[in-house]
C-alpha cells in the first residue's frame, strides 16, 4: 500500500500544486514567495488525498 501511495503523490502532489499555482498567478501574486506557498500548500493538501485515493483502490479490489 505504501508504494501505490508514494507513487499516486507522485502525481496527485503534482497536479494540485500545479493548480494552486495557476491560481496564484491568476490572483496577481506573481514573485516567487505567494508562488512557493502556493506549491507547498497543494503537495500538502495532496497528503489526506493521496490517502483516500489509495485506501479506495485497496478497498475495492
Do not use: C
Given at each position: 500500500?505504501?508504494?501505490?501511495?508514494?507513487?499516486?503523490?507522485?502525481?496527485?502532489?503534482?497536479?494540485?500544486?500545479?493548480?494552486?499555482?495557476?491560481?496564484?498567478?491568476?490572483?496577481?501574486?506573481?514573485?516567487m514567495t505567494p508562488i512557493l506557498i502556493a506549491a507547498?500548500?497543494?503537495?500538502?493538501?495532496?497528503?489526506?488525498?493521496?490517502?483516500?485515493?489509495?485506501?479506495?483502490?485497496?478497498?475495492?479490489?
Amino acid at each position: 500500500m505504501l508504494r501505490l501511495g508514494l507513487i499516486l503523490h507522485l502525481f496527485i502532489g503534482s497536479t494540485l500544486a500545479g493548480s494552486a499555482i495557476i491560481v496564484a498567478l491568476v490572483m496577481g501574486q506573481d514573485t516567487m514567495t505567494p508562488i512557493l506557498i502556493a506549491a507547498l500548500l497543494g503537495f500538502l493538501i495532496a497528503i489526506p488525498a493521496t490517502w483516500v485515493v489509495t485506501k479506495m483502490i485497496y478497498e475495492n479490489q
